[in-house]
């Protein structure tokens, strides 16, 4: 499984990207959304979770690698989550923070979303962050989602869910 883009190659996660997924994961600012940054056990973690998604579901979230240097600048792809008490798939990204601003979350998500209207039968595909995550929505929304969503809870205060519908996804390649 491989998908590429002007500048990115996304590719299944393996363990040898540890360092490069633990720089991006444990950096405070990159991970003020979450409770609290990744340790080492959480990113291995993480990438055991990516890799068993792959073999059930045939997608997770994917290594990013820029193709002018072969490092791994963060990670993109498609997880099952559960949003609001239905489980629906997200697409989901986190970019290395000295690399913020330069449209690479833009262009590894929108090859993920394509990949999911081309390869597989959902209707829909969503995003859900933090009402804070600015950079988390003004992606969504830079792939053509839009807000549908949007409720109170425990972890996120509130949280934020965008979505695109294959029609609409349709009409933008138009
Ligand atoms: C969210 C994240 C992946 C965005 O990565 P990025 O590579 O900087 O994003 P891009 O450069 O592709 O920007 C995509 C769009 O969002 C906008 N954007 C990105 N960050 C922004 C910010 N902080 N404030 C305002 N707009 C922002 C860009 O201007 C662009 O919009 P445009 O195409 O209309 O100009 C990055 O900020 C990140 O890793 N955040 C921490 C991890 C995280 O919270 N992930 C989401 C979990 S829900």
Redesign the pocket.
């Known amino acids: 499984m491989q998908l590429e883009t002007e500048r990115l190659i996304l590719r299944e996660m393996v363990p040898g990207d540890f360092d490069a997924l633990y720089r991006?994961f444990s950096d405070p600012e990159?991970?003020?959304?979450?409770p609290k940054p990744f340790d080492e056990a959480k990113v291995h973690s993480w990438i055991d979770w990516n890799r068993e998604n792959y073999q059930v579901f045939g997608f997770g979230l994917w290594a990013v690698v820029l193709k002018k240097t072969g490092e791994v600048i963060?990670d993109c792809g498609i997880t099952m989550q559960n949003i609001g008490g239905k489980i629906k798939p997200e697409i989901?990204?986190?970019?290395?923070?000295d690399?913020?601003?330069?449209?690479?979350?833009?262009?590894a998500?929108g090859i993920c979303q394509d990949w999911v209207f081309e390869h597989t039968t959902f209707g829909a595909l969503y995003?859900?962050?933090?009402y804070t995550?600015?950079?988390?929505y003004?992606?969504a929304?830079?792939n053509g989602m839009r807000l549908v969503e949007q409720f109170e809870d425990d972890a996120n205060t509130v949280t934020k869910v965008y979505g695109i519908t294959r029609d609409e996804w349709l009409e933008m390649k138009k």
């Open positions: 991006i990159t991970m003020q959304h979450y963060g989901g990204y986190h970019i290395r923070r690399l913020w601003r330069r449209g690479y979350a833009k262009e998500a995003s859900y962050m933090k995550n600015i950079g988390s003004s992606t929304i830079a």
